[in-house]
């Protein structure tokens, strides 16, 4: 028995849409922070990786700490592999706010930026 293997073309175009499309708002990420005073929708990785860096370090370890990412990448992203790095990251107490930015920025460009 001769089986297919799936095709890299329905892998790619997955990767763009969670690159790059717009997710629906049920799987957006927000930060929000830790008093809940933000509402920013990261509707694709390109929007979240931007806002990343925009977002203060309070806002940005409060979710690393709880593992508001990885759950995300796990869960509404799909991707167990990215979730499975950032979570070590997020495990990583003595990372500060721009190495553990780096890191998981580092993951994702990785994954869906860089050339095929």
């Known amino acids: 028995m001769v089986v297919a293997p ?5 892998r790619r ?10 997710l629906s708002p049920n799987q957006s990420f ?3 922070g830790p008093d809940s005073k933000l509402n920013l929708r990261a509707q694709n990785l390109e ?5 990343a860096d925009g ?23 799909k991707d167990a592999d990215l979730a499975q790095e950032t ?13 553990s930015r780096a890191r998981i ?4 460009e990785q994954r869906y930026t ?3």
């Open 13 to 22: 175009r997955h990767l763009r849409q969670y690159a790059q499309g717009e």
């Open 6 to 10: 799936k095709p890299d073309q329905e």
């Open 105 to 108: 920025r580092k993951a994702i």
């Open 47 to 51: 929007m979240f990786m931007h806002m």
């Open 30 to 32: 927000y930060f929000r």
């Open 55 to 77: 977002v203060d370090d309070n806002t940005w370890l409060f979710h690393l700490r709880r593992g508001d990412y990885s759950n995300w990448f796990k869960n509404l992203i």
């Open 114 to 116: 860089a050339p095929s």
């Open 87 to 99: 979570a070590g990251v997020e495990a990583n107490r003595e990372l500060s706010a721009a190495d």
